[in-house]
Structure formats: structure tokens, C-alpha cells
């Protein structure tokens, strides 16, 4: 599958970004979706994840409560809703696809395949 992240940029502290992730070339209801980032000079570390259809999800503890992910079947599209953004979640944010059990989600070597990444920098 192909995965196309976007809707990344520059926002103020307290501010808001929505990304997309849209898929191609396979059946995306068959694939649970995950977000996660890689901030400068930090390793690659899990942001959020939803499960195939039951809208069942998971979030890493730093955008618990400011963080919302969720997925348009229909669309083929997965979304990451951020609010109350503050200069540590700046970072490249990566969309994913993971064919296995939701309940291994938070681990990156689950996913099958990778978007390219969007760029979110947040000034303070």
C-alpha cells in the first residue's frame, strides 16, 4: 500500500494542525494505521493508533488528551487531529500501515509499510 502524508507545517505554541494520510494500491480496512514521529536528534517514537473498523485506539502518553486520531474507510484516509501544540511535538510525523494485531500498534517493526513523513514545527 501507498501512503501519502500531508497537512504538516508551522504553528504557534497552543496551536492547531490536522494531517491526512491517504492510501492507495491495497485494502485499507484491512490494516490497523498508526502516526508516529521523529523529533531533532530523537529517535522515531509512537504517536497514535487506530484499529481497522472497530474505531478502537491507542495513544502515547505525551498527546494523550490533545491528540485525535481517526480513519474515513470510505476514504481511504487516516487522520491525526493535533491541538494544543507545543515546540516538543515538533518533529517529521510519519503515517503507517500494520497488518498485524492491534495490540502491537505502539511497536514500529509491527508496520508494513511507511508514508514519507510531513514536516510539524511548532514555535514557542
Known amino acids: 500500500v501507498q501512503l501519502q502524508a500531508s497537512g504538516g507545517g508551522l504553528v504557534q505554541t497552543g496551536g492547531s494542525l490536522r494531517l491526512s494520510c491517504a492510501a492507495s494500491g491495497r485494502t485499507f480496512s484491512n490494516f490497523v494505521m498508526g502516526w508516529f514521529r521523529q523529533g531533532p536528534g530523537k529517535e522515531r517514537e509512537f504517536v497514535a493508533a487506530i484499529a481497522r473498523s472497530t474505531g478502537r485506539t491507542i495513544y502515547a502518553d505525551s498527546v494523550k488528551g490533545r491528540f485525535t486520531i481517526s480513519r474515513d474507510n470510505a476514504k481511504n484516509t487516516v487522520y491525526l487531529q493535533m491541538n494544543t501544540l507545543e515546540p516538543e511535538d515538533t518533529a517529521v510525523y510519519y503515517c503507517?500501515?500494520?497488518?498485524?494485531?492491534?495490540?502491537?500498534?505502539?511497536?514500529?517493526?509491527?508496520?508494513?509499510?511507511w508514508g514519507q513523513g510531513t514536516q510539524v514545527t511548532v514555535s514557542s
Open positions: 503507517a500501515a500494520d497488518a498485524g494485531a492491534f495490540w502491537r500498534a505502539q511497536k514500529d517493526d509491527d508496520y508494513d509499510y
